[in-house]
């Protein structure tokens, strides 16, 4: 099979498109004939840095050559131990090695795909609309009539968060270009900000939340918009040195705040599949690349700029 790998760290162009063998299914994983994929922040991962990272993806070379954890397509075999799922059921969710056209993915990384729901919607789906959802509903504890704002509003996780928020009950303040103002309006964002034109850490302190799916403004700054009692949540930011930053900064202002990253849980993902069968969120889908131009799609990941987000179409 076709698959990208990462056989040293660098940059997205020392990818390679190799020709490698289908992965066997352990007793609890299942084998996925991959149609879709996505791009996360975590696929940057590949330039190993900061360097931190390689005590968890391998000190000199990456342990896992594989890339790519979004994926959906249909089951081509089960593990002994496998109940949920057989062979010919239309599946999405996440584990290692989606950018190929074949991967294993444990059962409990998985949801049958609603009908009607595209691969390339599937796909988009899992790690950036549980970090949202976790983010709004366990961290910030998110509720009817509270006000909100989200910061890389027209973004992957921004995208999800736009339409749960609203879904919760919230009015949601996005900030994004003015080229996304119709999107994250039809999203159901009640005002907009256009960061090139105004600075939204000098709106009034009238916020509940602060969903920072960007990191492009200090904690001091995104925290002069809350409430005395309000919450900062940092989500899905381009860089772990800001995160790190967020943290040693955190005991300097008087906000809860906090640090997220998502983790996938198998009813969670079934929550997801219920709600995309019910249009109650959609993905928004970006641009699309094939398998062999996965280096461009993380490179354009890495610009900040993508629109919602960014799927590798495979055909097997």
Partial sequence: MKAIVCRSYGPPEALRLEDVAIPAAGPNEVLIRVRAASVNQIDKLIRGRPYVTRA????ARPKDARVGCD???EVEAVGRDVTRFRAGDQVFGT?????????TVSEDRLAVKPPGVTFEEAASTPVAAITALQA???RASLRP???ILINGAAGGVGT???QLARMFGARVTAVCSSGNTGLVESLGAAAVVDYSKADFTRLPPKFDVVLDCVGNRSLRACCRVLHPSGTYLAVGTPSLTHLLAVKMASPLVRQKVVVFMARIRSEDLRMLADLLRSRAIVPVVGDRFSLGDTPAAIRRLETGHARGKLVIEIDV
């Fill in 145 to 147: 009539g509270q006000e």
């Fill in 136 to 138: 709004l509903r366990d």
């Fill in 160 to 162: 999800f968060a736009v």
């Fill in 71 to 73: 994926l959906a397509g």
């Fill in 56 to 59: 968890m993806t391998g000190w």
């Fill in 95 to 103: 584990g290692r090695g989606a950018f190929a056209e074949y991967a």
